[in-house]
C-alpha cells in the first residue's frame, strides 16, 4: 500500500468509477476519496459563493434535502476540466425556496424575474433566477412534489441527470460523463429509449463492488 500522501495525490488525478472503486479497498482509502470528493465539492462551489458562505450552502443543500444538477454536478465528474461553469443549478423540494431566497441574496445575488420552460412546466413549480453581476448566476427549481430529484429524472439532457447533493454524487450515464458527451432529446419521452437503443455501448452504472453493470443502475457514491 502507498503512504497516506502519495495515495492522496494519485487519488486526486482519478476518474468517478476509479475512485469509486479505490473507496471500497479499505478505511484508508475510503476516507481518502472522502477528502478528494469534499474537495472537489468545495471547489466547484467556490466559483459561485464566498469561502464563508460555502458551508451555509452545503448544510442547506442537506437540511431542504436539495440538490445541484446540471453543469455544476458534471463537473464533479471531470477531473481535467479547464472550463468553469457560469451557472449553478439548485433542484429542491416544494415549500424550500425561501430559504435559498434568504442565502442567495445575503451572498450578494440580486434575484430577477424568471418563468419556468415549457418542456419542465410538468415537474417545476416556479423556477428563481439570481444574478451576481454579469459573470455568475444561480437558478433555483422548485419540484411540484416533495422530491427535488424529479426534476433531474425529467431532464432532457443525459448531463442534466447527474444529481450532486450534500453528501452524494448520482451519475446515471457515467460512461457518457467519462467521455465528456451528452444525449439530448427535445421529446422528454424519449430520452430513456434513446439511451436504452445504445446500451450495448454506454456503461450506466457500477455495482457495490464496483463491477460495471449493463442496467440502468445509476452510479452512486456517498461520503
Known amino acids: 500500500m502507498l503512504p497516506p500522501e502519495l495515495l492522496l495525490e494519485v487519488a486526486t488525478m482519478c476518474d468517478l468509477a476509479t475512485l469509486s472503486r479505490l473507496g471500497l479497498l479499505n478505511w484508508q482509502c475510503h476516507t481518502i476519496m472522502l477528502i478528494v470528493l469534499r474537495s472537489r465539492q468545495h471547489h466547484i462551489l467556490s466559483f459561485h459563493l464566498a469561502e464563508d458562505a460555502i458551508p451555509q450552502f452545503i448544510t442547506l443543500l442537506h437540511q431542504s434535502r436539495a440538490a445541484v444538477f446540471g453543469s455544476c454536478a458534471w463537473l464533479m465528474t471531470d477531473i481535467q476540466a479547464s472550463w468553469i461553469p457560469n451557472d449553478l443549478n439548485v433542484i429542491t423540494p416544494r415549500h424550500s425556496v425561501p430559504a435559498w431566497y434568504s442565502l442567495l441574496v445575503t451572498a450578494g445575488y440580486d434575484a430577477m424575474p424568471s418563468m419556468v420552460s415549457m418542456e419542465m412546466k410538468g415537474v ?7 444574478n451576481l453581476g454579469d459573470q455568475r448566476v444561480v437558478t433555483v427549481s422548485e419540484s411540484i412534489d416533495s422530491q427535488a430529484e424529479t426534476i ?13 447533493t450534500a453528501n452524494r454524487l448520482t451519475c446515471p450515464y457515467p460512461r457518457l460523463a467519462l467521455e465528456k458527451r ?11 429509449t434513446a439511451i436504452k437503443l445504445d446500451c450495448r455501448q454506454i456503461t450506466l ?10 442496467s440502468q443502475t445509476p452510479c452512486k457514491i456517498s461520503w
Open 124 to 130: 417545476v413549480r416556479s423556477h428563481h433566477r439570481f
Open 182 to 192: 451528452a444525449i439530448y432529446c427535445d421529446d422528454l419521452p424519449t430520452l430513456e
Open 205 to 214: 452504472g457500477y455495482d457495490d463492488a464496483g463491477d460495471i453493470l449493463q
Open 152 to 164: 433531474a429524472r425529467e431532464a432532457p439532457c443525459t448531463s442534466e441527470a447527474n444529481i450532486l
